[in-house]
T-cell receptor, first 112, second 112 residues
Framework: DAEITQSPRHKITETGRQVTLACHQT?????MFWYRQDLGHGLRLIHY???????NKGEVSDGYSVSRSNTEDLPLTLESAASSQTSVYFC???????????FGEGSRLTVL | GNSVTQMEGPVTLSEEAFLTINCTYT??????LFWYVQYPGEGLQLLLK???ADDKGSNKGFEATYRKETTSFHLEKGSVQVSDSAVYFC???????????WGLGTSLAVNP
């Protein structure tokens, strides 16, 4: 079965370190998204991509970057982790036109 | 701009009670509307959707009707179960349906 997987599922890091969260989907979806989920803020869009070599900033993109070198993967990089980036991160993918997003199980990141 | 407003939680009900979670929206054009559910420790998954006015989406005993005159998409279930305990998100899809606008989520706890 097609799926979307995130790794690591849990990560503890220190302020200032670079962190990369992986997202891999086997749906062959063009669209991929990274969200963060925080209490009181719901889901906030960090970055998204509509295809290979396409990346776009979401509403909370500062301090984050993504790259899309193939259809299956959209890694999220925190260049210099900050305590404010402690959160649960979700990757999602979709085909164009349906509006249905398929979510990974999330990556819980703690920045000390 | 487009926006979604959900009733604040948490909502606590006894098993077999009737559930309503309110969702209203503002939008230009003719968006699709969605309800997603997030069970504890998991990613979000699509619960139901409606793509045009007066459409009713339904799944797992949940229903929601796309009401253009009241700009609403309220989620209802006639008899909730403990297994329905989750966070419910209302979302609105812009014309291309590739990027969703999210409500803040409503937490539901169902007690035996």
């Amino acid at each position: 079965d097609a799926e979307i997987t995130q790794s690591p599922r849990h990560k503890i890091t220190e302020t200032g370190r670079q962190v990369t969260l992986a997202c891999h989907q086997t749906w062959n979806h063009n669209n991929m998204f990274w969200y963060r989920q925080d209490l009181g803020h719901g889901l906030r869009l960090i970055h998204y991509s509509y295809g290979v070599h396409d990346t776009n900033k979401g509403e909370v993109s500062d301090g984050y970057s993504v790259s899309r070198s193939n259809t299956e993967d959209l890694p999220l990089t925190l260049e210099s982790a900050a305590s404010s980036q402690t959160s649960v991160y979700f990757c999602a993918s979709s085909t164009s036109g349906t509006g249905e997003l398929f979510f990974g199980e999330g990556s819980r990141l703690t920045v000390l | 701009g487009n926006s979604v407003t959900q009733m604040e939680g948490p909502v606590t009900l006894s098993e077999e009670a009737f559930l309503t979670i309110n969702c209203t929206y503002t939008a230009t054009g003719y968006p699709s509307l969605f309800w997603y559910v997030q069970y504890p420790g998991e990613g979000l998954q699509l619960l139901l959707k409606a793509t045009k006015a007066d459409d009713k989406g339904s799944n797992k005993g949940f229903e929601a009707t796309y009401r253009k005159e009241t700009t609403s998409f309220h989620l209802e279930k006639g008899s909730v179960q403990v297994s329905d305990s989750a966070v419910y998100f209302c979302a609105l899809g812009p014309g291309n349906n590739r990027k969703l606008i999210w409500g803040l989520g409503t937490s539901l706890a169902v007690n035996p």
